[in-house]
């Protein structure tokens, strides 16, 4: 009963996800970290049902800081009844991409949550402007398939750009 009525919630939240080929430059969010002294870009979340465990996922960046710099990566939250154990990132060239675990914790009703941060750096995204992200997340005890369409790549590059060209970043 109880993996029933996760299975549901969890389908009702993929059902309100933003989908990835609709995305426009508008809807990736840009917002100032004054303390840290960068700018913090976010594409939306999209959210997949891989039954029965949901997949979350988005590109995100910063620009500014100490140093200057500018990053990107891709954030990947799997949330399900059993770990996978991510532990490496793949794309659909075989090529494989650095990765590092953000968090992992069990919560209440059995679920568990594994994020972790996908190296999807600038001049990667640049390459796959046209094509889109075809990425895989693995792990000891399962997979994570994320696919990103052209115009996903595109909006938050135009974002990621326009912010990295702003005074404030600077």
């Given at each position: 009963?109880?993996?029933?009525?996760?299975?549901?919630?969890?389908?009702?939240?993929?059902?309100?996800?933003?989908?990835?080929?609709?995305?426009?430059?508008?809807?990736?969010?840009?917002?100032?970290?004054?303390?840290?002294?960068m700018l913090w870009?976010?594409?939306?979340?999209?959210?997949?049902?891989?039954?029965?465990?949901?997949?979350?996922?988005?590109?995100?960046?910063?620009?500014?800081?100490?140093?200057?710099?500018?990053a990107t990566s891709?954030?990947?939250?799997?949330?399900?009844?059993?770990?996978?154990?991510?532990?490496?990132?793949?794309?659909?060239?075989?090529?494989?991409?650095?990765?590092?675990?953000?968090?992992?914790?069990?919560?209440?009703?059995?679920?568990?949550?594994?994020?972790?941060?996908?190296?999807?750096?600038?001049?990667?995204?640049?390459?796959?402007?046209?094509?889109?992200?075809?990425?895989?997340?693995?792990?000891?005890?399962?997979?994570?398939?994320?696919?990103?369409?052209?115009?996903?790549?595109?909006?938050?590059?135009?974002?990621?750009?326009?912010?990295a060209a702003a005074?404030?970043?600077?």
């Amino acid at each position: 009963m109880r993996r029933t009525v996760v299975g549901g919630l969890l389908a009702l939240m993929a059902g309100c996800a933003t989908s990835p080929a609709n995305v426009t430059a508008d809807q990736v969010t840009v917002r100032a970290d004054q303390y840290a002294g960068m700018l913090w870009v976010d594409a939306p979340d999209i959210v997949e049902l891989q039954f029965p465990d949901t997949v979350t996922f988005r590109l995100r960046g910063s620009v500014g800081g100490p140093a200057g710099s500018a990053a990107t990566s891709l954030y990947v939250q799997f949330s399900g009844s059993e770990w996978s154990f991510l532990q490496a990132a793949f794309d659909s060239s075989g090529k494989m991409l650095p990765m590092r675990v953000v968090d992992r914790r069990a919560s209440g009703g059995g679920i568990v949550r594994e994020v972790v941060s996908v190296g999807a750096h600038r001049q990667y995204l640049e390459e796959h402007r046209a094509t889109g992200l075809d990425i895989e997340v693995r792990g000891r005890r399962g997979k994570v398939a994320v696919k990103l369409p052209p115009a996903y790549v595109e909006a938050f590059l135009a974002k990621f750009d326009a912010a990295a060209a702003a005074p404030a970043a600077k």
